[in-house]
């Protein structure tokens, strides 16, 4: 869930009226003041440049004023404002804010009256508070909330609950939430139900957090035309918590169009949903709109959701079977994590999910190498395998990270409840990923005691399809069936490429190779980059003409980590220097299109062909190949890369 506190109390806002247009002329003016708010004429100018959010200006300014006159209050709470706001440097913020508070403290007291530029005061703590809410020192932003209501009016109401939340302090949370209600000020009480719809989430209530959610976007439609994309957002995550993959598609959509929102980006909630529904085609599309909305945001919160971004760009790359450049993503979202503050989810757990895209990137590139080295001569296969290896010892290096994310009981359990608070954002599609990860064991102690708390109507079909993985992996293959039968019948469409991997896990357990091959041929035509991502082979007999280069393709194919001999498995045709797969009715799954180069050794051009067959058989229906992979994250934007550092030019 995200934070809905965008606005301060009223008496941080407009200050004063100028009688001459600073817009047209830098000249200082004499301002009309407001109660409480003397400063001398340049310090007033000074927060003048703050409000019109010349940030820039502002602390060149305050810089120049303060070599003169370090004692500056005023001076420092503009640099401290211009850090925060246009520099995104919340440290040095709260360095002129503390520097700020005591030396106007040490000058008119801890307590200014009527009589004292009082004004500043509040700001300052109104600051101070802010700037230790991003920086996520909840104590201290509650301790200067505090202080400021015992002084100021408005008092700060229903923006104590999110702190509280933070602490996982609920009840106080709630309490703070409902005197926001009941001062019955539209603002106050729209912070109240959005803090209301987080707190009944992060508490584990997923029923009443939706009920909070849709109270809060039906508020924002009554009260002020249109509820925020905030509220829509946690409304949809709320929907998703509760399995209504329509409504929360709807809703989303909704946020995408009511403007830009400083916290939640719906199109990348959009991908998000439509890649666990299969729609790879509509995921790329709502990537690429995720850096412009990032790019949007004021410099003090771009960075909020960076690591989320780059979990769904890395996911997505998996499902295209680009897992190269997957790891150049998640090598960067590994050891720079987002900052959390007006995000309510545990960062533990969207750290064992980057661990996890990182792991699997890493098996997955390993099959790859081994594919692209099958018809090559013996030394550069036994070379693959030894890079192969290499990517498997670091992919287990990255399970043992993932590992460690994870080590702790409630954090273990609830990684495996879908759609709630304890599961983060994890991927349906994914969590199959930790029994490799942890041992099966581990899974099926984790699974059974969270499905045994977890009432919410269709959650069972979820810990089926890893109890099911976890049977598979144990070799109990009749219960492995079962397993996966139960969640076959459980699962959604909105859920497809789980439903997908759940199939070829029951068609692995089958002792039937006909029926194995027939689950085989559904999970090809929904998801054929799975067999890699599981690191299975499809079973397939060859055929073959008598011609050197087919036979010596036809080798190349069963040293391929994708295949393996089966009489009653699906055909592999060879013929001509071309390669062609079918099912077992005769339906054709895709043939190698590669033609002979001029001069081009026989290996080499063998290679290619066996390079093509498996780009036609397990890439993606998605056609990535005349997209800039920089324009998803935003790289090759003439505006600052709001995914920086993500993949080289």
């Known amino acids: 869930m995200k934070s809905g506190l965008t606005a301060c109390a009223a008496v941080v806002s407009v200050t004063f009226v100028l009688v001459a247009s600073i817009a ?29 959010e010349r940030y820039v200006k502002a602390r060149e300014e305050a810089e120049k004023y303060l070599a003169e006159h370090p004692d500056s209050y005023v001076a420092h709470l503009v640099l401290g404002t211009a850090q925060h706001y246009g520099e995104a440097n919340f440290p040095k913020a709260l360095f002129h804010e503390t520097r700020a508070l005591e030396l106007f403290e040490a000058k008119e007291g801890v307590q200014p009256t009527q009589s004292q530029p009082w004004r500043w005061h509040a700001r300052i703590l109104v600051a101070l508070t802010r700037t230790h809410g991003d920086l996520e020192h909840y104590d201290e932003q509650l301790g200067f909330m505090y202080r400021y209501n015992e002084l100021y009016t408005p008092q700060l109401k229903a923006e104590l609950a999110w702190p509280l939340m933070k602490k996982r302090e609920f009840e106080k949370a709630r309490l703070a939430a409902e005197d926001g209600l009941e001062t019955g000020d539209p603002y106050q009480v729209e912070r109240a139900m959005n803090a209301l719809c987080a707190i009944e989430f992060e508490a584990g209530d997923d029923v009443k957090s939706y009920e909070a959610c849709a109270e809060a976007v039906e508020y924002g439609r009554s009260h002020f035309g249109s509820p925020t994309a905030v509220d829509l957002g946690n409304f949809a995550e709320a929907a998703r918590s509760v399995f209504r993959f329509d409504e929360a598609e709807r809703l989303l959509m909704e946020a995408s ?49 960076r690591n989320e971004a780059r979990r769904a760009l890395a996911a997505f790359l998996l499902l295209m079977g680009r897992p190269d450049e997957a790891l150049r993503i998640t090598d960067k979202a590994t050891v720079l994590p987002d900052r959390r503050a007006h995000n309510s989810r545990d960062p533990e757990q969207d750290r064992s999910i980057v661990a996890l895209l990182d792991r699997q990137a890493r098996l997955m590139l390993a099959q790859m190498t081994v594919e692209r080295a099958a018809a090559k001569p013996f030394l550069d296969r036994l070379q693959a395998h030894v890079e192969a290896l290499w990517l498997r010892f670091q992919a287990w290096m990255s399970g043992r990270q993932a590992a460690r994310f994870l080590d702790d009981e409630a954090r273990l359990v609830g990684t495996f409840a879908i759609g709630t608070a304890r599961s983060a954002v994890m991927p349906p599609w994914l969590l199959g990923e930790l029994v490799g990860a942890l041992g099966p064991g581990v899974v099926r102690a984790a699974v059974v005691e969270m499905a045994e708390s977890d009432d919410r109507e269709g959650a069972a079909a979820y810990y089926e399809a890893v109890l099911a993985e976890v049977a598979l992996e144990q070799h109990r293959y009749e219960e492995a069936i079962e397993h996966a039968q139960a969640a076959l019948r459980g699962l959604q469409p909105g859920d497809s490429l789980l439903r997908q991997r759940v199939t070829a896990v029951l068609a692995k357990a089958l002792s039937d190779p006909r029926e194995t091959a027939a689950l085989y041929e559904e999970v090809l035509a929904t998801d054929p980059g799975l067999f890699r991502r599981l690191a299975w082979a499809l079973p397939v007999e060859v055929q073959s003409s008598d011609a050197a280069l087919d036979r010596l393709l036809s080798k190349a194919v069963l040293r391929s980590p994708r295949f393996e001999s089966s009489d009653e498995g699906l055909r592999v045709q060879v013929d001509a220097g071309r390669i062609c797969l079918f099912g077992r009715t005769g339906a054709a799954w895709g043939c190698s299109e590669t033609a002979l180069e001029e001069d081009e050794t026989a290996d080499n051009y063998a290679q290619r062909v066996v390079d093509s067959f498996h780009v036609q058989i397990f890439a993606p229906r998605v056609d990535l190949s005349r997209i800039d992979i920089n324009s998803l994250d935003g790289s090759n934007r003439v505006t600052r890369n709001p995914l920086d550092m993500l993949l080289p030019p």
């Open 257 to 305: 169009k009511t403007g830009l929102s400083w916290y939640g980006n719906p199109w990348l909630e959009l991908a998000d949903l439509y890649m666990r529904a299969g729609r790879l085609a509509e995921a790329l599309s709502a990537l690429r709109e995720v850096p412009r909305h990032r790019a949007a945001r004021p410099a003090h919160v771009r960075d909020s959701d």
């Open 24 to 52: 047209a002329a830098e000249e200082m003016v004499t301002p009309i003041l407001l109660e409480g708010e003397d400063a001398e004429v340049e310090e007033l100018y000074l927060w003048e440049l703050v409000e019109r």
